[in-house]
């Protein structure tokens, strides 16, 4: 099927993989897929030349920075991809994950957001909206060195808690 789409024009593939996590993403964002059978997805898109990147979103209600690392461990393994992109949770308006952030009292429901990149709308007791923007601004650099080099990184990681949200990304 990619052959027969790259032979007709297509051109570019953008992969919403949103979490590495199994559990979380079957369990609360309803995708019933196995790691194991998307890095196979991934191998044939790979295969078949098309340019793909691939998208995630941290930060969402009930995700910890372990889950996060579970996605930095499965995005290490995807390989050809040409982009990243690491986006925050936004609690859109009459979405499952606004409804279940509020009741949790992780969102001030008179907040809004003005961009994906800009700064985590959810306060969460063991993941606040600054490691949530801190890991979002260092979670490529996860991805891309050894895990020899990630204690340096996390360091990197806990500077950018200690600047203003203006002077972030």
Not at 41 to 57: E, K, Q, R, Y
Not at 105 to 129: E, I, R, V
Not at 146 to 167: C, M, Q
């Amino acid at each position: 099927i990619f052959r027969m789409l790259k032979k007709i024009g297509c051109y570019r593939i953008s992969y919403g993989l949103e979490s590495g996590n199994e559990e979380f993403r079957r369990n609360v964002l309803s995708r019933k897929i196995s790691n194991e059978k998307l890095l196979h997805h991934f191998d044939i898109i790979a295969d078949c030349g098309i340019p793909f990147s691939v998208n995630l979103i941290i930060g969402m209600p009930h995700e910890t920075r372990d889950m996060v690392f579970d996605t930095i461990q499965l995005v290490k393994n995807i390989r050809n991809y040409d982009s990243l992109t690491v986006s925050i949770f936004v609690p859109y308006r009459g979405t499952v994950l606004r409804k279940v952030a509020i009741a949790e009292g992780w969102l001030d429901t008179n907040k809004t957001s003005t961009h994906t990149t800009h700064t985590s709308m959810l306060d969460m007791p063991f993941f606040t909206a600054k490691e949530i923007d801190g890991m979002m601004q260092t979670l490529p650099l996860y991805v891309e060195f050894d895990k020899s080099h990630w204690p340096e990184i996390e360091k990197i990681e806990k500077e950018v808690l200690r600047l203003p949200s203006h002077e972030r990304a």
